[in-house]
C-alpha cells in the first residue's frame, strides 16, 4: 500500500513514529509526529519520493493509477521516465495514453493527489464479418433469367485485439465466409458489379452463405412439354407476362412459343388467389403425324346392320342382324388402299420429331380370289364365305366369329357353309347353319340348328331354355338342362344332367365320366354310358328304339286302290295295257284309254305303299337290334321303354345290356 502521511493511536510521539515508520516502509528519523487528539497522532514522511500505484482491470484491457502521491521534502519529483518504470513494473506492456501521462506528472508536480485515474488502454478484438447480400427485391416472387436479385457486401477481415499486459487476442475467424454458389445452384455472380444475377426463372434464397434460386420450370422427358409456376408479379413487383416467359425460354434453349391463353389465365387466377397457380403448361411440342397404313377395305358385306332388325310390330330385335350372306363368283370383296405419308412433329427444344410412314399392305391369297392389279381390287372366283383373318384373304366353306357370339355379333343365320365360334355363345342367342357347327367354349341356354353335325368343345348349359338340332351327330364334353335333337349320334363326353335327348342313330357317354342322370334320352341305334341313373334314385328314362309309325291310314288307301284294280281288271283283264288299248274297239279306245290311265295310277300308288311298307319293316327289324351297354353301373330309378314294353329297375345292375325282345315283347336285362 502506498503511503505518504496517516494517522496512529500510539501512547506517545515515539511509539508513534515506529509504527508510522513500519507502516511506511522508512527509516523513523524520516517521520515526523505531530499530535492530534490523546492517544492519536498526525504522522507523515519528512522525505518522500513521488509514487504511483498502478493496478490492471481484471480484463486487462485498462492500466489505472489507483493512488498517485507527491513528492516531499527533498523526495525526488516525479517523471516520466521514473513514471514508465512504475507502468512496467505492474506488468503494462503498452504505450500509456500521453495525456493521462501529462496529467499524472503534473498533478504529483504540483503536489496533489490523485486517484482513479486510466492512464492506459487496451484494444477489444473485432470478429470478422461474413458476406451478405442485400435483396433488390422480394425473394418471395419469381425472378426471371439474368435480372439481379441482389448486391454482395464483401466480408471484412477480423481486427486483433491487444491487452494492456501486451498479449494479443483473435475472436473468431480471422477472415469472413464468402458468398458461394455452388454448381447448379440457378444463380451466378456478376464480378463487374458484386451483383447476383438468376439463371432460372425462379425464386432465389441465401442458405447458410448459399445462393440458390429454384427452377419454376420443369420440361417433360419427352421433350413435349413445359410447365411453369405461375405468379401474377416477379420479385420486383412488375407484371409476369407471355413476352417476358417467353424471354426466360432463351435460358432453357426452348424454341416453343408460350402458350398465351394459358399463361394469360394462370396469371389471372395467382392474382384473385394472392398466391401462385402450380403445374401450369406453359408450352407443347407438336406430335408427329404418323403415316396411314395401307388398309383393306371390305366392300362386300355380309350380313345386314349391326344395330337390330325391326319386326313386324315394329319393335326392334337387338338380337337379329339379317342373313350372313354367302360371296358369289364374280362379285367383288374389296380394295386395298395406299398407305398415306406422315407430317413430322417438333419437341420445345425445335427438334424434329420423325413421323412414321405408313406401311403398305400386303395380302396373302388363299383359294377362290382372284386380284386385279390395275385397280387393286379382289374378286371371288367360287361361292362361299368371306375369310379375311391376319391379312389373309380367301373363300371358305366356313364362316369364322373371332369372340363370343353375344350383342356384338347378334344372332347369325348363314345362307351357305359352316361356322365356327372361337369363343361361346350367350344365351338368348342362336345360330342357324346349312352346313357344320364349331363351337369352342360353352353354348349357354342358345338355339342352334346345323345342317351338319354340331361340335361343342365346351359345355351346353341350358337353364334359361334353348335347343340344338342337327341334321348330322352332336357332341360335347358335358350337357346340363339341355334339349337335343341329332340325326346322327349324339355324343357327350362326361355327364347328360336332366336333358331331353332324341338322337336318331347312338346316344354315346363314354370318353370321360360317363354319366346319364335324370334325363329322358330317345335312341335310334342304341347307347353306350359308363353309369345310368344315380345311388340317391333320380328316375332318367330311357326309350330304345323309334316309335312304331301308324299306317292307319295307308292300309285304307291300299284297300281303296285294290278295289279299284279289282273293277278294271274284271273289265279289262290283266293284259299289258298297249295291248288292251289296239284290240279295243275304235269307238271304245277313249273310255277305255281313261281305264288303263286310272289302272296304271293304282298300281303306281300301290308300288309306292309297298315301299313304305318295306322300308318300316326293314326299320324295325334295326330296332329291334338296338341295344343299350353300360360298363358301370345301372341306378334304381332308371326306367327303360321300347315298343310299349317297360322296365323299371329295383337293384343295381353292373356292366350289362339292355334290349327289346320281340319274341315275347319284353325288356331284356343281360350281362355284357
Known sequence: MLIHRSTVQATDEQVARVKAAKLMETDPDNIIVTPSEPGSFLVEMRNADAEVEIVVSEDKLEAIVAVGLPATGSGQRMTYERFINRISAAGVRISPIPEAAKKVISTLAGGMELENLVIARGRKPVPAEDARVEALGDWHLPALPGDAVGKIIPSKRAVEGRLVTGERQLEGAAEGK??????????????????????????????????????????????????????????????????????AFESYEIDGKVDRFNMATAVEEAEQKGSFVKDVIVCRGVLPVHGEDGWFEMIFKENSPSFGVEKEDGRMDYRARGMVRAIHSGDIIGKLHPPKGGVPGKDVFGKVIPAREGYLLKLDLGEGVRHDESKDEFYAEQDGMVLFQKNFLAISE???????????????????????????????????????????????????????????????????????????????????????????????????????????????????????????????????????????????????????????????????????????????????????????????????????????????????????????????????????????????????????????????????????????????????
Open 398 to 672: 366356313t364362316y369364322c366369329v373371332e369372340k363370343d357370339v353375344d350383342i356384338s355379333t347378334g344372332n347369325l343365320v348363314l345362307e351357305k357353309g359352316s361356322v365356327h365360334v372361337k369363343g361361346s355363345v350367350l344365351a338368348g342367342f342362336s345360330i342357324t347353319s346349312p352346313g357344320n357347327i364349331l363351337v369352342n367354349d360353352v353354348v349357354e341356354s342358345a338355339v342352334l340348328e346345323a345342317g351338319g353335325d354340331i361340335e361343342i368343345k365346351g359345355g351346353i348349359l341350358m337353364d334359361k331354355g334353348g335347343k340344338i338340332s342337327s341334321k348330322g351327330g352332336v357332341s360335347a364334353l358335358f350337357a346340363k338342362n339341355a334339349v337335343i335333337e341329332s340325326h346322327g349320334d349324339v355324343n357327350i363326353a362326361h355327364e347328360i344332367n336332366n336333358c331331353i335327348v332324341f338322337a336318331s342313330r347312338k346316344v354315346i357317354v363314354t370318353r370321360g365320366r360317363g354319366k346319364i342322370i335324370g334325363s329322358t334320352i330317345r335312341c335310334g341305334k342304341g347307347l353306350e354310358a359308363n353309369e345310368l341313373g344315380s345311388s340317391l334314385g333320380v328316375e332318367t328314362n330311357i326309350f330304345l328304339g323309334i316309335e312304331r309309325k301308324s299306317f292307319e291310314k295307308e292300309m285304307a288307301k291300299k284297300k281303296e286302290l285294290q278295289a279299284v284294280l279289282h273293277k278294271i281288271y274284271g273289265v279289262l283283264g290283266t293284259g299289258h295295257p298297249k295291248a288292251i288299248w289296239a284290240n279295243a274297239p275304235p269307238d271304245k279306245r277313249t273310255a277305255i284309254a281313261s281305264l288303263l290311265k286310272t289302272r296304271l295310277q293304282a298300281e303306281q300308288g300301290l308300288k309306292e305303299l309297298e315301299k313304305r311298307f318295306e322300308a318300316e319293316r326293314v326299320r324295325m327289324r334295326k330296332a329291334y337290334n338296338a341295344r343299350i351297354k353300360v360298363y358301370k353301373t345301372i341306378f334304381p330309378g332308371t326306367i327303360f321303354n321300347c315298343f310299349g314294353a317297360s322296365f323299371r329297375v329295383a337293384e343295381p345292375v353292373s356292366y350289362s345290356q339292355v334290349y327289346y325282345d320281340p319274341i315275347v315283347d319284353k325288356i331284356v336285362i343281360s350281362s355284357l
Open 178 to 247: 464468402g458468398i458461394r454458389f455452388p454448381e447448379g445452384s440457378g444463380c451466378y455472380i456478376d464480378k463487374t458489379a458484386l451483383l447476383v444475377r438468376a439463371e432460372y426463372y425462379g425464386i432465389v434464397s441465401l442458405l447458410n452463405q448459399e445462393m440458390h434460386c429454384s427452377n419454376l420450370i420443369s420440361i417433360s422427358k419427352d421433350a413435349m412439354e413445359v410447365r411453369a409456376t405461375i405468379f401474377a408479379k416477379d420479385f420486383k413487383g412488375s407484371p409476369l407476362t407471355a413476352e417476358r416467359m417467353q424471354g
